[in-house]
C-alpha cells in the first residue's frame, strides 16, 4: 500500500530548529502531488499547517506557522520536507504527512487528505 514515513522530530529547546521529512513510494508521490504537513497536540484538533504541490511547487501555509515554517520537496528524492525555525513550546505535537490526488487548496482541512503517515513528535522545551 502507500507509503508515507516521517522523520525528524526529537527534543529541542526554545528557539532552535529542525527539519522533518517525508518519504513516500514512487507511485505515492506521482499520483498525490498534493502534500501537506499536520500537526495534533494532546486532546487538540489536527491542524494544518502547509501544502505543496509536487509539480508546480506552490505552496500554502497557515497563520500560525508563517514566515517561520517552510514547506519544500525533492522530486527526485519523493520527499517533502518542513524547515521549522524558532520554534515555541507550542510548537510541541505529532507531526503527520498528509497527501491527496488532487490540486492543493488554501484550506488546508484534514478531511481532504487519504493518505496519512504515523508521524513524527516534536517536543520544545524552555
Known amino acids: 500500500q502507500v507509503q508515507l514515513v516521517e522523520s525528524g522530530g526529537g527534543s529541542v529547546q526554545v528557539g532552535g530548529s529542525l527539519t522533518l521529512s517525508c518519504q513516500a513510494s514512487?507511485?505515492?508521490?506521482?499520483?498525490?502531488?498534493?502534500m501537506a504537513w499536520f500537526r495534533q497536540a494532546p486532546g487538540m484538533e489536527r491542524e494544518g499547517i502547509a501544502t505543496i504541490y509536487t509539480y508546480g511547487g506552490h505552496t500554502y501555509y497557515t497563520d500560525s506557522v508563517k514566515g517561520r515554517f517552510t514547506i519544500s520537496r525533492d522530486n527526485a528524492k519523493n520527499t517533502v520536507y518542513l524547515q521549522i525555525n524558532n520554534l515555541s513550546p507550542e510548537d510541541s505535537a505529532m507531526y503527520y504527512c498528509a497527501a491527496y490526488s488532487g490540486y492543493c487548496l488554501p484550506t488546508i482541512a484534514a478531511n481532504r487528505y487519504t493518505y496519512w503517515g504515523q508521524g513524527t513528535q516534536v517536543t520544545v522545551s524552555s
Open positions: 514512487g507511485d505515492t508521490y506521482r499520483n498525490n502531488p498534493c
